[in-house]
């Protein structure tokens, strides 16, 4: 069975740092690009940043250029969003998700249930 599991949010002030990780399990990891977005209330949901199969190609939304980092330890089956210099704009639900392309400008089919992070003094 196929599936996304996310931890690493919380209450976080601003300025600060969090570190979100996205567990992978049911299929070929290794295979497949994995996407982070976001959605605030009363807000749709925008895509935060992308990293392809191999690695070789990350992206990033304008609005977390800079301050946010994605990577991948295949060996462990998990995505990571590295999150400095918080704001409280950045205040969203953050999602995980995964298509078998492999590629970031691909629709992605699998998406994990979601972890709150909240940015406030």
């Known amino acids: 069975q196929l599936q996304l599991v996310e931890s690493g949010g919380g209450l976080v002030q601003p300025g600060g740092s969090l570190r979100l990780s996205c567990v992978a399990s049911?299929?070929?990891?290794?295979?497949?690009?994995y996407g982070w977005f976001r959605q605030a209330p009363g807000k749709e949901r925008e895509g935060v940043s992308c990293?392809?199969?191999?690695?070789?190609?990350?992206n990033y939304a304008d609005s977390v250029k800079g301050r946010f980092t994605i990577s991948r330890d295949n060996a462990k089956n998990t995505v990571y969003l590295y999150m400095n210099s918080l704001k409280p704009e950045d205040t969203a639900v953050y999602y995980c998700?995964?298509?078998?392309?492999?590629?970031?400008?691909?629709?992605?089919?699998?998406w994990g249930k979601g972890t709150p992070v909240t940015v406030s003094s």
């Open positions: 998700a995964a298509n078998p392309s492999g590629l970031c400008d691909h629709d992605m089919d699998y």
């Open positions: 049911g299929f070929a990891f290794d295979y497949y690009a």
């Open positions: 990293i392809s199969s191999r690695g070789s190609s990350r």
